[in-house]
T-cell receptor, first 117, second 112 residues
């Protein structure tokens, strides 16, 4: 299996621009997670989906952030408009149908490194 | 106060040393404890998992949980340069991924 695939790997943009990050989960995994990692705050859960339905978006920092999962093999995280404080590495992860219970094993992509100037 | 506290390091040790990595937590409901390893420019990957208190050993790695002290540890014996990575503890109350709370991660460098 190819693992979780994220694109782009790197994105540099200017403040105010729209940013779209993409994720393809592992086939057969019906849980999908978006995390953000910064030096200051570590790894934070933004939102997660089960069977393409958003379950918990309480970690989404503000209305500028939105996430969709139109089908089982694709999800997007959009930031509009982007701000310098959004600079971080954004990870997508997926897990097995049981939610990874009881091991809590999440399979992470390699991340999208976002820099907002 | 963060729910999970982890010293960010960096921690630098010579090859062959025993490494001790630790996390403390405040939520007594946590029952599932994990260690993830993250190599530079990569996503985290699950290294070890333990449930409730006790020890678990896997090769050179040993995970310990002390719920009475709200303290978990990861020991690496005979450390190798390939162990150089960031180690993140993670924990949850209900198991699986539910509200998996990560520590900030400790950067470890093992030099030859």
């Amino acid at each position: 299996d190819a693992g979780v695939i994220q694109s782009p790997r790197h994105e540099v943009t200017e403040m105010g621009q729209e940013v779209t990050l993409r994720c393809k989960p592992i086939s057969g995994h019906d849980y999908l997670f978006w995390y953000r990692q910064t030096m200051m705050r570590g790894l934070e859960l933004l939102i997660y989906f089960n069977n393409n339905v958003p379950i918990d978006d309480s970690g989404m920092p503000e209305d500028r952030f939105s996430a969709k999962m139109p089908n089982a093999s694709f999800s997007t995280l959009k930031i509009q408009p982007s701000e310098p404080r959004d600079s971080a590495v954004y990870f997508c992860a997926s897990s097995l149908p049981t939610g990874g219970f009881p091991t809590g094993e999440l399979f992470f992509g390699e991340g999208s490194r976002l820099t907002v100037l | 106060q963060k729910e999970v506290e982890q010293d960010p390091g960096p921690l630098s040790v010579p090859e062959g040393a025993i490494v001790s990595l630790n996390c403390t937590y405040s939520n007594s409901a946590f029952q599932y404890f994990m260690w993830y390893r993250q190599y530079s420019r990569k996503g985290p990957e699950l290294l070890m998992y333990t449930y409730s208190s006790g020890n678990k050993e896997d090769g050179r790695f040993t995970a310990q949980v002390d719920k009475s002290s709200k303290y978990i540890s990861l020991f690496i014996r005979d450390s190798q340069p390939s162990d150089s990575a960031t180690y993140l503890c993670a924990m949850s109350a209900r198991g699986g991924y539910n509200k998996l709370i990560f520590g900030a991660g400790t950067r470890l460098a093992v030099h030859p």
